[in-house]
């Protein structure tokens, strides 16, 4: 069933960026802390991948979702600040980019430690998260209400929005679904201790597309996830702009944070 989006659009479209920086190293191994090399992947993104990508997306005049872990907010602060400079949205993305566990007080402290770091550093309370790599517990959505967030963007079970329904029946927050599909890290981020084939452009970009071609048939949510560390390399910072490009000669086509989504959806299906 397609979406009643505002002034009668037929798809929205909502460019995101998880802004790990170092953390996406330091969570998976802490001895990378002093390997200088691999953290050197990180530090790329915010050096250069986040100031290369708010640039494409002021020429562009559209607005996007960053998703900040509290430690990059802490230790790229200006970065953070340069994103909100750009009118872009600041989410949550834990504080260490830890993945969800059995540990229910770890789970609590990155929810905690995340949204006090993104206060403090940049004032900003924020209305979305996503989880690191897509993995979420049970728990999340009981802190996410908690902290009274207004939606989460970390599960692959629609292409249209949704509204989470908690186990006592009360609302949860709503769902903006992506899927790995089009997520830039399967396609283009090589590790050494697990190496992947590192596409080209045009083979990422013939499966951003189509994806985009037939959700926009359904009228559905197009949520492209990518980082700053991976798309703000020059030439994939050329395939985000000709994707930007090839969307805009579709009519009928939003850009909208994820905040302007999941109020859109709600304003629209919730509030009749």
Not at 160 to 180: A, C, Q
Not at 199 to 206: F, R
Request: a negative charge; glycine letters at 8%; aromatic letters at 12%.
């Amino acid at each position: 069933m397609s979406v009643k989006w505002p002034n009668g659009a037929r798809c929205a479209v909502m460019l995101t960026f998880d802004f790990d920086a170092e953390t996406l190293w330091t969570s998976r191994d802490p001895a990378n802390v002093n390997r200088p090399g691999i953290l050197s992947q990180g530090a790329y993104g915010a050096k250069v991948g986040v100031p290369k990508i708010c640039e494409l997306l002021y020429e562009e005049d559209v607005k996007a979702s960053f998703y900040v872990p509290g430690w990059t907010a802490e230790n790229h602060t200006d970065k953070v600040e340069l994103i909100l400079k750009g009118g872009h949205e600041v989410g949550h993305h834990s504080y260490s980019h830890r993945w969800s566990d059995a540990n229910a007080d770890a789970e609590i402290e990155e929810m905690e430690k995340g949204l006090e770091a993104l206060k403090r550093t940049v004032g900003v309370v924020p209305k979305g998260y996503r989880s690191p790599a897509g993995e979420v517990s049970p728990l999340l959505f009981e802190l996410l209400k908690k902290h009274n967030f207004l939606y989460d963007t970390s599960l692959m079970d629609s292409v249209n929005p949704y509204r989470h329904i908690m186990p006592d029946g009360s609302k949860g927050v709503i769902e903006l679904p992506w899927h790995w599909s089009l997520d830039d890290a399967p396609y283009m981020l090589f590790s050494v201790k697990s190496p992947r084939t590192i596409c080209s452009n045009s083979h990422v970009g013939e499966i951003f597309k189509a994806e985009f071609r037939e959700i926009y048939q359904w009228g559905g949510l197009y949520d492209l996830v990518m980082h700053p560390q991976i798309t703000g390399r020059p030439s994939r910072l050329a395939l985000l702009r000709e994707m930007i490009q090839y969307i805009k000669t579709f009519p009928g086509v939003w850009f909208a944070t994820g905040q302007e989504i999941a109020e859109a959806w709600s304003a629209a299906h919730e509030n009749q």
